[in-house]
């Protein structure tokens, strides 16, 4: 630390290319911060994905449906705790830019299988109560002002009613939280009771998916085997697979997200890389003379090539810690697509992940000039003075 003005001085002497140099590594750190954002909203459920939870879905796509019979015969299945289902409802909101998702489900049963949910035992009740009721997660509510009593309608763009009708009303009668963070809060769950005596005769008695609590979690394979072995060679033969994976190919359904944003990243981290090394570099030819001072008067290589490695630390720290804490003081602020992104916040592994990657790109970016000013010799470095 007793160096750290010397250090400081250093930065300021060109204070155009400093602070260019900073400007580009604090935008750099923002989009860092977003980026990771976006990509917690499109794959973080997976994380956040029950360990003994199995979807069953159609074999051949997500969009065949199941017959709402097949539910009796899993609770019967070795392994199984219970079973439940949803239908994918596919509605809007006044304008098709308001779109979120909506599922009728068995109530008693969806808040069992989903304790990560938190509603009010009042508001349970009356959603039991209900035939119209739906409850709708705490993201969505605030979006759209909605309040408890509320009648909404949604446009549906797969389900009509008996008289052609797409419009469906419901009652708000429950807002619910997520017990943690990453819990998604943007959908509406509705009575499947209502949905399936309501809607038009096609599909009636067929649901979506089921989603199946096991007993045991490291016996997930064996019972998902079990599953599909039930329904083999019957007309709707099922696949099951872990939750998570289910998540997983919703999020592949608009690309591999993960190798999106990695391609991004490396992208702008490469430019900055070149822009600081190329800062550096110039830096330290620059004191060429003042560096054979330091050598003549006694410091060492060793503390030659910490003070330029320091200098370059600095720098992209300062860069990264500006650039990160902007981009957490935006994302905290909310979804800049208005709700279209289930989850929008800054995980907070990231962020520390995003730190490192400051003292990682410091390092590496210090490293060649502060090797080039170690090699230098005095009498060479005093003549260029």
Same mark, same amino acid.
């Given at each position: 630390? !007793?160096?750290?003005?010397?250090?400081?001085?250093?930065?300021?002497?060109?204070?155009?290319?400093?602070?260019?140099?900073?400007?580009?590594?604090?935008?750099?750190?923002?989009?860092?911060?977003?980026?990771?954002?976006?990509?917690?909203?499109?794959?973080?459920?997976?994380?956040?994905?029950?360990?003994? +939870?199995?979807?069953?879905?159609?074999?051949?796509?997500?969009?065949?449906?199941?017959?709402?019979?097949?539910?009796?015969?899993?609770?019967?299945?070795?392994?199984? $705790?219970?079973?439940?289902?949803?239908?994918?409802?596919?509605?809007? /909101?006044?304008?098709?830019?308001?779109?979120?998702?909506?599922?009728?489900?068995?109530?008693?049963?969806?808040?069992?299988?989903?304790?990560?949910?938190?509603?009010?035992?009042?508001?349970?009740?009356?959603?039991?109560?209900?035939?119209?009721?739906?409850?709708?997660?705490?993201?969505?509510?605030?979006?759209?002002?909605? !309040?408890?009593?509320?009648?909404?309608?949604?446009?549906?763009?797969?389900?009509?009613?008996?008289?052609?009708?797409?419009?469906?009303?419901? $009652?708000?009668?429950?807002? /619910?939280?997520?017990?943690? !963070?990453?819990?998604?809060?943007?959908?509406?769950?509705?009575? /499947?009771?209502?949905?399936?005596?309501? +809607?038009?005769?096609?599909? !009636?008695?067929?649901?979506?998916?089921?989603?199946?609590?096991?007993?045991?979690?490291?016996?997930?394979?064996?019972?998902?085997?079990?599953?599909?072995?039930?329904?083999?060679?019957?007309?709707?033969?099922?696949?099951?697979?872990?939750?998570?994976?289910?998540?997983?190919?919703?999020?592949?359904?608009?690309?591999?997200?993960?190798?999106?944003?990695?391609?991004?990243?490396?992208?702008?981290?490469?430019?900055?890389?070149?822009?600081?090394?190329?800062?550096?570099?110039?830096?330290?030819?620059?004191?060429?003379?003042?560096?054979?001072?330091?050598?003549?008067?006694?410091?060492?290589?060793?503390?030659?090539?910490?003070?330029?490695?320091?200098?370059?630390?600095?720098?992209?720290?300062?860069?990264?810690?500006?650039?990160?804490?902007?981009?957490?003081?935006?994302?905290?602020?909310?979804?800049?697509?208005?709700?279209?992104?289930?989850?929008?916040?800054?995980?907070? +592994?990231?962020?520390?992940?995003?730190?490192?990657?400051?003292?990682?790109?410091?390092?590496?970016?210090?490293?060649?000039?502060?090797?080039?000013?170690?090699?230098?010799?005095?009498?060479?470095?005093?003549? +260029?003075?």
């Amino acid at each position: 630390m !007793k160096f750290f003005h010397l250090i400081w001085c250093n930065l300021k002497r060109k204070k155009l290319r400093t602070s260019l140099t900073l400007l580009s590594i604090v935008v750099a750190f923002i989009l860092f911060g977003f980026l990771s954002a976006i990509q917690q909203a499109l794959v973080g459920g997976v994380e956040m994905a029950g360990a003994d +939870r199995l979807i069953v879905r159609h074999k051949v796509s997500i969009i065949q449906l199941l017959p709402i019979s097949y539910e009796a015969r899993m609770d019967r299945i070795a392994g199984v $705790d219970f079973a439940t289902h949803q239908t994918w409802f596919g509605g809007i /909101y006044q304008d098709p830019k308001n779109f979120f998702m909506q599922n009728p489900v068995e109530p008693e049963k969806f808040l069992e299988m989903h304790p990560e949910i938190i509603l009010p035992p009042e508001q349970e009740k009356t959603w039991l109560a209900t035939r119209t009721g739906a409850i709708v997660g705490r993201r969505t509510a605030n979006h759209f002002h909605w !309040k408890i009593g509320d009648q909404v309608p949604i446009q549906s763009t797969i389900w009509t009613r008996p008289d052609g009708s797409r419009t469906w009303e419901f $009652d708000i009668v429950g807002i /619910y939280d997520g017990k943690d !963070k990453g819990i998604d809060t943007t959908p509406m769950f509705f009575r /499947y009771d209502y949905f399936d005596e309501a +809607r038009q005769a096609w599909g !009636k008695g067929q649901v979506g998916w089921y989603t199946i609590r096991i007993k045991d979690p490291s016996q997930a394979a064996e019972v998902a085997k079990r599953v599909d072995v039930e329904f083999e060679n019957s007309p709707a033969e099922t696949k099951t697979e872990p939750e998570g994976a289910f998540i997983q190919g919703w999020a592949r359904a608009i690309g591999n997200i993960v190798l999106i944003v990695a391609a991004i990243l490396g992208a702008v981290f490469f430019t900055i890389l070149l822009v600081t090394g190329n800062t550096m570099a110039q830096a330290v030819r620059e004191r060429t003379g003042e560096l054979g001072v330091l050598k003549a008067i006694g410091f060492t290589n060793g503390r030659i090539v910490g003070l330029v490695l320091a200098e370059s630390c600095l720098l992209t720290v300062l860069g990264g810690v500006v650039g990160l804490g902007l981009a957490w003081l935006v994302i905290s602020h909310g979804d800049p697509t208005s709700g279209l992104l289930p989850m929008f916040f800054f995980p907070t +592994r990231d962020l520390l992940i995003g730190l490192g990657l400051s003292v990682v790109l410091g390092l590496v970016t210090g490293i060649f000039p502060a090797l080039q000013a170690m090699r230098l010799r005095v009498a060479d470095a005093l003549r +260029r003075m």
